[in-house]
């Protein structure tokens, strides 16, 4: 469980240097993509939720 919660507050320090804008996907996806060296299917999750663009779209660009 304190994994999981570290996560989330390793999250959240990424949304927060961000706009909550489709425009932010990239950069926020390259982040994450950075700090734990692979995209899992919850950080796509919470991607798409924070920014509230469809999870089909996160799932396109992070697998382009």
């Not at 734990?36 to 779209?57: M, Q």
Request: charge should be negative.
């Amino acid at each position: 469980m304190e994994a999981v919660a570290t996560t989330e507050a390793e999250l959240d320090e990424i949304f927060e240097k961000y706009p909550v804008s489709p425009e932010s996907l990239i950069a926020i996806l390259q982040e994450i993509q950075e700090k734990f060296h692979y995209l899992s299917e919850d950080n796509i999750k919470a991607v798409a939720d924070r920014l509230n663009v469809p999870l089909g779209l996160v799932f396109s660009v992070a697998n382009f």
